[in-house]
């Protein structure tokens, strides 16, 4: 089955520097990348998300990035602000199936003002 | 706010015991899906239940089970409870059959001593 792989567990950046997070998968029938932030105490929310038809997409201060030959995507945060400090999730899966979709570990991000 | 209810938010118990997490999707959506996310761990799916049946499972123990009743509020039953099974478990539901955003209720937050 896929298996998603996510770098770094932890990142601390200074606000308004920028932060990358990088996720392997293995499956190359995958095609469907969603992002998810987990605020503290709360559920994790999708923030944004990539198919395999395109390489990149922006919104706002996030983008994120696809090497379908490499297998890796990465999200980028622009700017980065104190309330961008969260856990954030990758995920693959096989034509946007729910129940398909595998989960990185998380990457715990952390903003200094 | 997701629109998706989990109760209850944290619950102790001891091994061997039993207890039910409860949730209530948003308003709309047939899909319930339930994850069972460890310490520094990603999500792992656990089980799908679209509008009353079950759709798909993941890595759910037998000793796990689920149901999604007619007003479509979902239960996971987690029984013979080891400390192993310490977690945060999280609800999320969905419009389709298994495809479209994933909404995430705030976990039921589970200790077993």
């Known amino acids: 089955g896929e298996n998603v792989e996510q770098h770094p567990s932890t990142l601390s950046v200074q606000e308004g520097d920028s932060a990358v997070i990088k996720c392997t998968y293995s499956d190359s029938a995958s095609n469907y990348f969603p992002w998810y932030k987990q605020e503290l105490g709360k559920g994790p929310q999708l923030i944004i998300d990539?198919?395999?038809?395109?390489g990149e997409k922006k919104d706002q201060r996030i983008a994120v990035t696809l090497n379908k030959t490499a297998k890796h995507f990465s999200l980028h945060i622009t700017e980065t602000q104190p309330e961008d400090s969260a856990v954030y999730f990758c995920a693959a899966s096989i034509r946007g199936n729910n129940n398909d979709m595998r989960f990185g570990a998380g990457t715990r991000l952390t903003v200094k003002p | 706010d997701s629109g998706v209810t989990q109760t209850p938010k944290h619950l102790i118990t001891a091994t061997g015991q039993r207890v039910t997490l409860r949730c209530s999707p948003r308003s709309g959506d047939l899909s319930v899906y339930w994850y069972q996310q460890s310490l520094d761990q990603g999500l792992q799916f656990l089980i799908q239940?679209?509008?009353?049946?079950?759709?798909a499972k993941g890595n759910i123990l037998e000793r796990f089970s689920a149901q999604q009743f007619p007003d479509l509020h979902s239960e996971l039953n987690l029984s013979s409870l080891e400390l192993g099974d310490s977690a945060l478990y999280f609800c999320?539901?969905?419009?389709?059959?298994?495809?479209?955003?994933?909404?995430f209720g705030e976990g039921s937050r589970l200790t077993v001593l």
């Open positions: 239940y679209y509008n009353g049946e079950e759709r």
């Open positions: 999320a539901s969905g419009r389709g059959q298994n495809t479209g955003e994933l909404f």
């Open positions: 990539i198919r395999s038809n395109v």
